[in-house]
């Protein structure tokens, strides 16, 4: 992001700060599917932020010492009001995204079910482990690890979905007993804002989740006053976060960018693939880190996949959505990743690729691009090589499974990834590409099944979310060694004479060696 000049940040402008130079005073938030102003935000000054910070601090002791039953308890509460306020939450959620409906209304049950998820299996994943001594050097030790939070995590987000990649990622820090504080995206900050004040002042939660607003200074200050900082956003600002962090020795996972591929192999139902390359990648207007980017097709099936894909996004229904659900692909939520969307597009065509549908953005007071369907592509495209995070495939046809995973994998990106063909021989070329999770004969599915971690190879990040890497990341490990009896002193300790040190010598001998002799003290 480049350092913000101006007094105001607006939903059109996209200036945003870096945490240099003079910041904006507010934001201006815009509704991107009409491009009308909605409401001013003041930004969170960096002394606002450690004073925040320090408050929640000082209350996260009580919160710790609840227990897991004692959080779920209050996070349950937090379920139950966003289960109630869904209608709430989602008009919100569409003014400030431009999302439609269908798409929007995955958040709200997607945080109820974080909570469950995390608050029924906290004690399986974060609870004391009892560990057996791996030496009869160490009988006489109890081995207890317990996982203690970090005390305040700082979590920075993005504007694709303002709920899930924030309150998503609070909800396991705080079940882990940690207090939170988040920064959301500038061009979201409203809905996360909404179920704050509610925390605070229609449930009654202890004082340990609170919200700041602003850009790069208002999210460096979070950095350097945190223990712990969850990032998703771009990897170009994880850098940054992570270099910032590094100043301070604060621990950061980092979720990043993605450019997706898909291989659809000859033996694939192609009706399903084409219906899932085309929710894939424009589902929430292809604006998700792990949305259908590259297509590879194996030759004897790219035809008819190319025609069952062009058909399918070329009946979708585009524009602003009330709770009819009157269209399938929103707005661009970014006024700047619309602009990234067209040169992407633009360049691809200028080399000779061809839009089967769409190709442009839509001339309207909102920011639409067509979903849009590029062949003829190849990796000398920034659409077939940097993340274009909008509603556009470029799909290539290959020779065969082989050459399809060659291309998947040269990508500086490894989010995520799909595979479609036939169950055992889609799942043996799934399994060697290199992402941090793949879905065989599906799309995107991979983020709902909580239970297993999902988190980007390469460039694509640092660090887990979900199963139990997504809560114990939260957590520094604190080992306890109890002695269950003993003497006055240990035989390791002093004084030092040859028959103590000699009977040391020989247990640990005897207990390394793998044969008889050495066991007995004689060389092999
Ligand atoms: P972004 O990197 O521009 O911004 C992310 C957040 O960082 C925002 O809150 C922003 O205000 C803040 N920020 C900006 N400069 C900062 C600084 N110097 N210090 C601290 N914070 C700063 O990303 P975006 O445009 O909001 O989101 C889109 C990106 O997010 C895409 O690259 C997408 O792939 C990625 N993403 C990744 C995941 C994932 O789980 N891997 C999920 C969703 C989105």
């Given at each position: 992001m480049?350092?913000?000049?101006?007094?105001?940040?607006?939903?059109?402008?996209?200036?945003?700060?870096?945490?240099?130079?003079?910041?904006?005073?507010?934001?201006e938030?815009?509704?991107?599917?009409?491009?009308?102003?909605?409401?001013?935000?003041?930004v969170?000054?960096p002394?606002?932020?450690?004073a925040?910070?320090?408050?929640?601090?000082?209350?996260?002791?009580?919160?710790?010492?609840?227990?897991?039953?004692?959080?779920?308890?209050?996070?349950?509460?937090?379920?139950?009001?966003?289960?109630?306020?869904q209608?709430?939450?989602?008009?919100?959620?569409?003014?400030?995204?431009?999302?439609?409906r269908?798409?929007?209304?995955?958040?709200?049950?997607?945080?109820?079910?974080i909570i469950?998820?995390?608050?029924?299996?906290?004690?399986k994943?974060?609870?004391?482990?009892a560990?057996?001594p791996?030496?009869?050097l160490?009988?006489?030790?109890?081995?207890?690890?317990?996982?203690r939070?970090?005390p305040?995590?700082?979590?920075i987000?993005?504007w694709?979905?303002?709920?899930?990649?924030?309150?998503?990622d609070?909800?396991?820090a705080?079940?882990?007993?940690?207090?939170?504080?988040?920064?959301?995206?500038?061009?979201?900050p409203?809905?996360?804002?909404?179920?704050?004040?509610?925390?605070?002042?229609?449930?009654?939660?202890p004082?340990?989740?609170?919200?700041?607003?602003?850009?790069?200074?208002?999210?460096?200050?979070l950095?350097d006053?945190?223990?712990?900082?969850?990032?998703?956003?771009?990897?170009?600002?994880?850098?940054?976060?992570m270099?910032?962090?590094?100043?301070?020795?604060?621990p950061?996972?980092?979720?990043?960018?993605?450019?997706?591929?898909?291989?659809?192999l000859?033996?694939a139902d192609?009706?399903?693939?084409?219906?899932?390359?085309?929710?894939g990648g424009?589902?929430?207007s292809?604006?998700?880190?792990m949305?259908?980017?590259?297509i590879?097709?194996e030759?004897?099936?790219?035809?008819?996949?190319v025609?069952k894909?062009?058909?399918?996004?070329?009946?979708?229904?585009?524009?602003?959505?009330?709770?009819?659900?009157?269209?399938?692909?929103?707005a661009?939520?970014?006024p700047?990743?619309?602009?990234?969307?067209?040169?992407h597009?633009d360049?691809?065509?200028a080399?000779g690729?061809?839009?089967l549908?769409?190709?442009?953005?839509?001339?309207s007071?909102?920011d639409?691009?067509?979903?849009?369907?590029?062949?003829d592509v190849?990796?000398?495209?920034?659409v077939?090589?940097?993340?274009?995070?909008?509603?556009?495939?470029?799909?290539?046809?290959?020779?065969?499974?082989?050459?399809a995973?060659?291309l998947?994998?040269?990508s500086?990106y490894?989010l995520?990834?799909?595979?479609?063909?036939?169950?055992?021989?889609?799942?043996q070329v799934?399994?060697?590409?290199?992402?941090g999770?793949?879905n065989?004969?599906?799309?995107l599915?991979?983020?709902?099944?909580?239970d297993?971690?999902?988190?980007?190879?390469?460039?694509s990040?640092i660090?887990?979310?979900?199963?139990e890497?997504?809560?114990?990341?939260?957590?520094?490990?604190?080992s306890?060694?109890?002695?269950?009896?003993a003497?006055?002193?240990?035989p390791?300790?002093?004084?030092y004479?040859?028959?103590?040190?000699?009977?040391?010598?020989?247990?640990a001998?005897?207990?390394?060696?793998?044969?008889?002799?050495r066991?007995?003290?004689?060389?092999?």
């Open positions: 480049e350092s913000g000049t101006a007094e105001k940040i607006t939903g059109t402008n996209g200036s945003a700060g870096n945490g240099s130079g003079a910041e904006p005073q507010q934001i938030v815009h509704n991107p599917a009409t491009g009308e102003p909605i409401e001013a935000v003041p969170t000054s002394e606002e932020v450690a925040t910070v320090a408050r929640v601090r000082a209350n996260q002791a009580d919160w710790e010492a609840m227990g897991i039953e004692g959080r779920y308890h209050w996070l349950g509460k937090l379920r139950d009001w966003i289960l109630d306020n209608e709430r939450i989602l008009d919100t959620m569409q003014r400030e995204t431009g999302k439609v269908a798409d929007a209304s995955n958040e709200p049950v997607y945080l109820a079910d469950n998820f995390y608050g029924t299996r906290a004690a994943f974060i609870g004391e482990e560990v057996r791996h030496s009869p160490l009988a006489s030790k109890k081995l207890r690890v317990q996982y939070p970090h305040v995590v700082g979590i987000s993005p694709n979905f303002p709920l899930i990649l924030s309150i998503g609070a909800i396991p705080l079940q882990a007993g940690a207090a939170v504080v988040i920064k959301p995206s500038e061009f979201t409203l809905g996360l804002a909404e179920i704050v004040d509610a925390w605070k002042h229609e449930i009654g939660g004082d340990v989740f609170d919200v700041v607003q602003g850009v790069g200074e208002t999210g460096g200050a950095v006053n945190v223990d712990f900082i969850q990032f998703t956003g771009s990897d170009r600002t994880g850098r940054k976060v270099a910032r962090a590094a100043e301070t020795l604060t950061v996972s980092l979720e990043l960018g993605g450019k997706d591929p898909m291989i659809v000859a033996d192609l009706d399903r693939a084409a219906n899932a390359a085309a929710w424009m589902m929430n292809g604006q998700i880190c949305s259908v980017e590259r590879y097709v030759e004897p099936a790219y035809d008819r996949f025609a894909l062009t058909a399918e996004v070329g009946k979708l229904r585009q524009g602003p959505d009330a709770t009819g659900h009157d269209a399938e692909v929103g661009m939520t970014s700047n990743q619309i602009g990234i969307v067209e040169d597009v360049d691809a065509l080399a690729a061809r839009a549908t769409g190709g442009k953005r839509v001339d007071p909102g639409y691009f067509e979903p849009t369907v590029l062949v190849d990796h000398s495209m920034k077939m090589s940097e993340e274009t995070f909008g509603p556009v495939v470029g799909v290539m046809k290959v020779r065969d499974a082989e050459e995973l060659k998947a994998n040269d500086r490894g995520s990834g799909s595979v479609f063909g036939e169950k055992q021989r889609a799942e799934a399994r060697r590409v290199e992402c999770a793949v065989v004969n599906d799309v599915v991979n983020y709902f099944a909580s297993v971690p999902m988190g980007g190879w390469k460039e990040g660090g887990y979310r979900h199963g890497p997504g809560i114990k990341k939260f957590c520094r490990t604190e306890v060694v109890i002695t269950r009896f003497g006055k002193r240990e390791t300790w002093y004084p004479t040859r028959s103590r040190r000699g009977l040391v010598g020989r247990i001998q005897a207990f390394n060696a793998r044969d008889l002799k066991r007995l003290g004689r060389r092999g």
